[in-house]
């Protein structure tokens, strides 16, 4: 089936739609500019509600989460779908009937993986085992970085947020037609240079019991060995299958990677199609573990400078959260590259990036770098 994403009109052409303001300098895709979604949330909710809703549904899921008072409920993410037997979830990961509910996302899973040699392009390659040594030897195979050692990087095809700028939007093509891998496949993937395993996506999120099924097989594999296990993740899970990401990094070695995509609960939803309250609580119950394990970090911060939309102010607030809790959490700000319904989004300048990455600094955080440096104009 061919996707053509929805029509809506070019750079310069377009208009908030809650102030009129032209939308000439940023990407006409929300459709609401970002003073507007920051300070009058209200008033475009239901223009923003619309979007996303429309742009869920180009790929058959569903256009919110269903709430069918009959239905089997999926405790995994704060959106807690119930679901009839011929509903399909809002990740478009299981429907509610028994079957599906007993093995998609838990035996099986919307999945794609490969190998990455080390150090890779993660976003915590500059604080993790695998990108500098850190937590030599019991964590690191090597005081510096892991040449020689591979990081087996798994893709979950399934994603409980709508971001509209997804640099990995195609995942959804692939939901048309789902291609199912049971956990076996991976586990024969395994190596022996195999020294840390990264669960990202999409958003691991959806089908965390099979992420966890093959994490324990892998380390029970490989009992004597350094086998870190890393998470990226929009941060939306619900607390209990938190908790068990928590016990695996920090016993493993690894890190988790939470996206703080926008301060804003308004700037969130325009731009991810939720509100960020669940993200920004489980962000402080992890940071709870820190001093637990700090070397190397078990939490890494990092947020897309879109255009616009994250600026100084956002990112100011998201470092003052991260630095009240501990401020040398380490903290990534993501040069930003045109994608998916924002395509026509200008790409983050050198001159954003730099004030945001003052403002973090100025917020009292210690460890914050610029990644994707290579984006910048």
């Given at each position: 089936m061919l996707i053509r994403k929805p029509a809506k009109p070019k750079c310069g052409e377009a208009n908030c739609a809650v102030c009129g303001k032209a939308l000439d300098k940023i990407s006409t895709c929300?459709?609401?500019?970002?003073?507007?979604?920051?300070?009058?949330?209200?008033?475009?909710?239901?223009?923003?509600?619309?979007?996303?809703?429309?742009?869920?549904?180009?790929?058959?899921?569903?256009?919110?989460?269903?709430?069918?008072?009959?239905?089997?409920?999926?405790?995994?993410?704060?959106?807690r779908c119930r679901m009839g037997e011929d509903q399909r979830g809002y990740c478009g990961v299981r429907y509610g009937n028994p079957a599906s509910m007993r093995k998609d996302g838990r035996s099986r899973a919307?999945?794609?993986?490969?190998?990455?040699?080390?150090?890779?392009?993660?976003?915590?390659?500059?604080?993790?085992?695998?990108?500098?040594?850190?937590?030599?030897?019991?964590y690191a195979n090597d005081s510096g970085p892991e040449a020689g050692y591979y990081n087996l990087a798994v893709f979950f095809e399934a994603c409980n947020f709508n971001c509209l700028y997804c640099q990995n939007w195609t995942f959804r093509k692939r939901q048309l037609c789902p291609q199912w891998v049971k956990g076996e496949a991976l586990e024969k993937a395994l190596r022996p240079d195999t020294s840390c395993i990264c669960f990202f996506g999409g958003d691991p999120g959806p089908q965390l019991p099979f992420a966890f099924r093959f994490a324990e097989a892998a380390r029970l594999k490989n009992p004597e060995k350094i086998m870190r296990i890393c998470w990226e993740t929009n941060g939306a899970m619900e607390?209990?299958?938190?908790?068990?990401?928590?016990?695996?990094?920090?016993?493993?070695?690894?890190?988790?990677?939470?996206?703080?995509?926008?301060?804003?609960?308004?700037?969130?939803?325009?731009?991810?199609?939720?509100?960020?309250?669940?993200?920004?609580?489980?962000?402080?119950?992890?940071?709870?573990?820190?001093?637990?394990?700090?070397?190397?970090?078990?939490?890494?911060?990092?947020?897309?400078?879109?255009?616009?939309?994250?600026d100084e102010y956002e990112v100011g607030k998201l470092a003052r959260f991260i630095a009240h809790i501990n401020p040398d959490i380490p903290y990534a700000l993501l040069a930003f590259a045109p994608q998916f319904l924002m395509d026509d989004s200008p790409t983050t300048s050198a001159e954003q990036a730099q004030a945001c990455l003052k403002a973090a600094k100025e917020a009292g955080l210690t460890r914050v770098r610029i990644g994707n440096r290579h984006l910048l104009i």
């Open positions: 929300p459709g609401v500019c970002p003073e507007c979604a920051r300070n009058r949330p209200e008033e475009g909710s239901a223009h923003i509600t619309q979007v996303h809703a429309e742009s869920h549904c180009m790929f058959g899921l569903p256009s919110k989460a269903p709430r069918n008072p009959e239905g089997a409920l999926c405790s995994l993410c704060f959106h919307q999945v794609s993986f490969y190998y990455d040699p080390l150090p890779t392009n993660c976003v915590a390659d500059w604080v993790c085992p695998g990108g500098t040594g850190a937590g030599f030897p019991m607390k209990p299958w938190l908790n068990k990401m928590i016990y695996l990094s920090k016993q493993s070695g690894g890190c988790i990677k939470i996206d703080l995509k926008a301060w804003s609960p308004g700037t969130h939803h325009a731009l991810c199609g939720w509100g960020n309250k669940q993200v920004l609580d489980n962000f402080a119950r992890v940071a709870e573990h820190v001093s637990e394990r700090p070397d190397p970090p078990l939490l890494v911060a990092s947020t897309p400078l879109v255009p616009g939309y994250i």
